[in-house]
């Protein structure tokens, strides 16, 4: 079993920034990709970082220019590092990661509980 702890979420103006960690641990043999998505009320969970095999980066973009992930492949930890905020990116922000727990078996695909994002105009 693998667990995703976010942690980072908050209050903050339009213009400000926030930093969300997010640390995996348990079962790990190698994590294949992982990163951040998120749900505003009545819409659909969309990408908007992820680090996905190797070293490539994707952004949604809307956040282009704006947010930066990161990692700490020693911690298993990605960090997503979100400036210039807008209210458009209120909404709670999830932790996903495409887990192997083992040298021969699947890939798992984990979800952390969210952590709630909120600009205020």
């Known amino acids: 079993q693998v667990q995703l702890v976010e942690s980072g979420g908050g209050l903050v103006q339009a213009g400000g920034s926030l930093r969300l960690s997010c640390a995996a641990s348990?079962?790990?043999?190698?994590?294949?990709?992982m990163g951040w998505y998120r749900q505003a009320p009545g819409k659909q969970r969309e990408l908007v970082a992820a680090?996905?095999?190797?070293?490539?980066?994707n952004y949604a973009d809307s956040v282009k220019g704006r947010f930066t992930i990161s990692r700490d492949n020693a911690e298993n930890t990605v960090y997503l590092q979100m400036n210039s905020l807008k209210p458009e990116d209120t909404a709670v922000y999830y932790c996903?990661?495409?887990?192997?727990?083992?040298?021969?078996?699947?890939?798992?695909?984990?979800w952390g509980q969210g952590t709630q994002v909120t600009v205020s105009s």
């Open positions: 680090f996905s095999r190797g070293s490539s980066t």
């Open positions: 996903n990661a495409d887990v192997r727990s083992a040298m021969v078996g699947p890939h798992l695909d984990y």
């Open positions: 348990g079962s790990i043999f190698s994590i294949n990709a």
